[in-house]
């Protein structure tokens, strides 16, 4: 029996939350502060609708907030955040949810779930991971300046916005050992966030790993890249590939299938979901790449 659901946040990513939740057959009730939801505030719509299932979609830099207001009014049931889990690391508070989740729901894509097969826990020698699209396309009819990965006060920039690479980095190989950074904001956007970044690290499961993240690229390309001792494996997540020593393998995916997959895992705790202690190994890493990135040196975990 599917939940009653609550989303906080209404914004493009919000509103497809609660749209694949409608179809997943769940009863849907939406806040937003701004209004056009159905409730303007967290605590009147716990009281009318009673939700066991809350999505938290605002900024990231108002995660804590929602969620700090979500466990003062009462809320004890299960909650996925959108990523990155906060806009600044730090720990979390002990929150009396069932359960806290992250929402990296590329952990669902099919490509990435022939990938963590074919590697079956397997270290890798060296790990190439290329995600870059330029922002201007992100939401057609908005001017990217005034969105919010556009500002530092609402969480953005491409560590934070562009956070699957981290996320799935530290699934597929384990923890970072060192990590260093180059990058920055170029003005090429008009934007006052860091638009590209290029992380080097050494990581318990691959020797080198190569990572870059950018808001510029005009094509729009999300892949990994890995050599093993005797495979060399090829992950394209937009083109929806998986090639290994040159033979690929096409897998369909359409727009929300990992979006539903993620949520079906997080109402039901089942394993790829981001738990709350991988989603603040993210933003551990986060916090480690800008360090090493004022620094121009290594940064060890």
Not at 293 to 300: A, E, H, P, R
Request: net charge negative; proline share 3%.
């Amino acid at each position: 029996m599917s939940p009653r659901a609550m989303v906080i946040g209404l914004g493009s990513i919000g509103l497809r939350h609660a749209r694949i939740l409608n179809d997943l057959g769940c009863q849907v009730t939406t806040v937003s502060r701004r209004g056009g939801g159905d409730h303007v505030s967290i605590a009147s719509a716990v009281a009318a609708a009673h939700p066991e299932y809350a999505v938290v979609a605002t900024e990231t830099a108002g995660h804590r907030a929602s969620l700090g207001e979500l466990a003062d009014i009462g809320f004890r049931g299960s909650v996925l955040v959108e990523k990155p889990l906060f806009a600044n690391t730090g720990s979390a508070p002990d929150y009396p949810f069932a359960d806290l989740m992250v929402a990296y729901n590329l952990r669902f894509h099919p490509v990435m779930t022939a990938l963590a097969n074919q590697l079956a826990g397997r270290n890798a020698i060296t790990v190439s991971a290329y995600v870059g699209q330029d922002i201007r396309d992100w939401r057609p009819g908005r001017d990217h300046r005034t969105t919010a990965s556009a500002t530092i006060e609402a969480g953005g920039g491409v560590l934070r916005d562009l956070s699957h690479e981290l996320d799935y980095l530290l699934w597929l190989f384990g923890p970072w050992q060192r990590v260093a950074a180059l990058g920055g904001a170029s003005g090429a956007r008009q934007i006052e966030v860091d638009d590209h970044i290029d992380l080097l690290l050494e990581m318990q499961g691959a020797r080198a790993v190569q990572v870059h993240m950018d808001y510029l690229d005009r094509s729009g390309i999300r892949k990994i890249r890995i050599n093993l001792a005797d495979e060399t494996i090829e992950a394209d997540i937009v083109g929806g590939r998986l090639t290994v020593n040159g033979k690929a393998t096409d897998y369909a995916c359409e727009r929300d299938a990992s979006y539903r997959a993620m949520h079906l895992a997080a109402i039901h705790g089942d394993k790829p979901i981001c738990s709350l202690s991988e989603g603040l190994a993210v933003m551990d890493l986060i916090d480690a790449s800008e360090r090493a990135l004022q620094s121009k040196d290594w940064v060890s975990a």
